[in-house]
């Protein structure tokens, strides 16, 4: 399998929104909260006086509270940067005062776009409606049933069943052209270069029975990435079987598996899968991959449309 396969196996139908501000979730006072850039809100807005009386007017009509309703974020001291006396920050190599950031919670800006009172006002306010929908409907079912949240998207089933040829494809290619049937030492190697655990760890983590198919609680777009790396080896392994006109020994086998894995395409999947093992099981699942704490990122409205399909 080649690329431009894989690709059209994972393409998604995206639609194009008029407003796409950039939503992202963190935990704020012991609850999980989405926020938006203020001034990002400003720029959907499209306010026309300067930012920083907008929103410290906002802040004070309608009385706003700091480390409840918003947060201020500070640029960080060292790399030239230092207080002024006036509190602002400056660098010091330009002699710039660097802006302030203000971080909102989706329902204060919700109530922001309501209160400027024009059309674009009233399509933001609708579009974080629909945000915080979507991220409620995500979490109850995390809530109630975190091992299934990974088959929230329309196509999981159907990419579960077509990534069962690839499996076919991988099991029927050891079976006919390696001469050790090691299947599952094979199938850890994959796994452990995808997400560095194995499929044992990987069940022990989710707490999955003995009756409960591994792959039925992989996110769809991890499933994509194991069956192409399946189907795409299987097809490298066949052509070195035709070659050596017999069948591969296991070193043969595991160094091929190696020269496949360290191609730089795989490397760049190999990344996504960490990121979104790590990302997603911390944020709906509550389980922490210890040996992908460096992959893990901000769990976004992105994220949020990926699983609802």
């Known amino acids: 399998m080649d690329f431009g396969e894989f690709r059209k196996i994972n ?12 939503v992202i979730q963190k935990d704020f006072n012991g609850e999980k909260k989405r926020f938006v850039n203020a001034r990002e809100l400003y720029k959907w807005l499209g306010v026309g006086r300067d930012f920083s009386n907008w929103i410290k007017d906002r802040i004070e009509k309608y009385e706003f509270v700091e480390d409840l309703d918003y947060f201020v974020a500070f640029a960080k001291f060292g790399d030239g940067l230092k207080a002024h006396k006036t509190g602002k920050i400056i660098d010091s190599k330009t002699g710039k005062v660097l802006p302030k950031e203000y971080v909102l919670s989706v329902d ?5 776009a309501m209160v400027e009172n024009s059309e ?20 109850r079912i995390a809530t109630l049933d975190p ?3 990974n088959q929230l998207t329309t196509q999981f089933w159907e990419t579960r069943q077509e990534t069962k040829d690839y499996r076919k494809d991988f099991t029927d290619c050891i079976k006919n052209f390696v001469a050790v049937k090691n299947y599952g030492t094979y199938t850890d ?13 990987y069940r022990k983590l989710l707490d999955l029975a003995k009756k409960d198919f591994t792959r039925n609680y992989m996110y769809e777009e991890i499933l994509l990435i194991v069956g192409a790396f399946e189907a795409g080896l299987s097809g490298e392994i066949e052509k070195d079987y035709k070659k050596l006109g017999r069948m591969l020994a296991n070193d043969e086998f595991v160094k091929k598996f190696n020269e496949f894995a360290s191609q730089k395409n795989w490397l760049v ?22 040996k992908l704490i460096d992959y893990k990122k901000e ?11």
């Open 11 to 22: 393409k998604k139908i995206i639609m194009n929104e008029l407003i796409n501000i950039k």
């Open 299 to 309: 769990f976004s409205q992105e994220d949020i449309q990926k699983l609802i399909g």
């Open 108 to 112: 204060m800006a919700k109530e922001l």
């Open 147 to 149: 091992k299934i949240i």
């Open 189 to 201: 190697m994959l796994y452990n270069f995808l997400f560095l655990e194995k499929a044992k760890e």
């Open 269 to 290: 999947y190999q990344k996504r899968a960490r990121s979104i093992m790590a990302t997603y099981d911390a944020e709906l699942r509550s389980i922490k991959h210890p």
């Open 120 to 139: 674009i006002g009233k399509k933001v306010r609708k579009y974080f409606i629909r945000v915080e929908s979507d991220f409620k409907r995500v979490m």
